[in-house]
């Protein structure tokens, strides 16, 4: 069940555009829908950056690490053909891998003015941190491994960086916008405090910080804290929310405990498997039978219905699993079913 799916390929027993059904077709069988996809209509403004998104980024946390190349841009694709244009990296996934699978992508398929790229920077073990040198250096290589010249919004991650001062990397910031390479600023890891400064900083003439990423899901819900909430709202600022499965636990296909030793994500999944995740799941099962819709698609639905969250950062390792997430979209969840998804996080 896709609310913005669309086949935009013919199979080879289908009547073609123009000409009759071909053998063994019945003359009345419905032909497949043609053209963009419902889903291309769905954006959203990604707060002051300028642009427009689809409220559901597909993010390349898993691209050159869990899933291969092939794979990463079927999903890709899937995730364009549904109406997506936001793609999420960052230079520290897989040592800069997620970047040259999605430079390679946006390069066969001309896509490159059609997504909305953010990229975090700040973690590669090459140009660590948000000093001077390094930010610039960490931009010009993600820019190579992207095959692009510009990057739409750049989000700076500040929990990599303690010692470097605000106003430095944002004076950096500033001449990667003035010298094109960068369209809009993003941020990850900075306290409310800081985003304050950074707002007297942009008055001052320096940009300004108009995205917020922030771990955010139904079972993370007090990270988001009152102060960061505050601030966002009164900046304007658009809120991305990561983590938006919780590793994939929301999705709820794993639900028992794996035997023997655990890999990355087998251990990230294995932290949600007591009670309070299971109760989580089991209201996301409830809502999801209700509404006809997988867990994945509750999840997605119930982040959208938080304030000031304008687009969730979801990752997937199937083409299948992004049908799933973008389900989420086209959910409107009641007053009811957010009150038994909250009670049971609880």
């Known amino acids: 069940m896709a609310y913005f799916g669309v086949d935009s390929t013919l199979p080879p027993t289908s009547p073609d555009a123009t000409g009759p059904a071909a053998p063994g077709v019945h003359p009345s069988a419905p032909i497949p829908v043609q053209g963009p996809s419902v889903g291309s209509n769905v954006r959203v403004p990604l707060g002051e950056s300028g642009v427009e998104v689809f409220p559901l980024i597909l993010g390349g946390a898993e691209f050159g690490w869990n899933v291969d190349l092939e794979s990463s841009h079927a999903i890709l694709d899937a995730y364009a053909e549904l109406g997506g244009n936001a793609v999420h990296t960052s230079d520290s996934f897989s040592g800069g891998r997620s970047e040259h699978i999605i430079g390679q992508w946006l390069h066969s398929r001309g896509l490159r003015d059609d ?66 390479k960068v369209a809009a600023i993003g941020a990850m890891g900075y306290s409310a405090a800081q985003l304050v400064e950074a707002r007297i900083l942009a008055s001052a003439g320096y940009p300004r910080i108009t995205v917020l990423d922030v771990p955010f899901n139904v079972l993370r819900r007090h990270e988001f804290d009152a102060d960061l909430r505050l601030v966002a709202g009164a900046q304007g600022m658009a809120v991305t929310p990561s983590h938006a499965l919780e590793h994939g636990f929301l999705a709820g296909r794993q639900r028992t405990r794996l035997r023997g030793s655990l890999s990355v994500r087998g251990a990230q999944l294995a932290a949600n498997l007591n009670r309070r995740g299971s109760r989580t799941l089991r209201a996301l099962d409830a809502v999801g039978t209700e509404l006809g819709v997988p867990d994945a698609a509750v999840a997605v639905a119930w982040l959208l219905s938080q304030k000031l969250v304008t687009a969730p950062i979801v990752n997937a390792y199937a083409p299948q699993h992004v049908e799933e997430l973008v389900q989420g979209v086209g959910v409107r969840l009641s007053r009811s079913q957010l009150s038994d998804i909250a009670r049971a996080s609880e």
């Open 115 to 180: 997504v909305v790229l953010a990229v975090r920077v700040g973690g590669h073990a090459d140009n660590p941190g948000l000093g001077p040198v390094n930010l610039i250096r960490s931009v010009e290589a993600s820019l190579t491994r992207l095959r692009t010249e510009r990057i739409d919004v750049l989000s700076l991650d500040a929990s990599t960086d303690s010692m470097t001062a605000l106003e430095d990397t944002l004076a950096t910031a500033e001449w990667l916008v003035e010298s094109g």
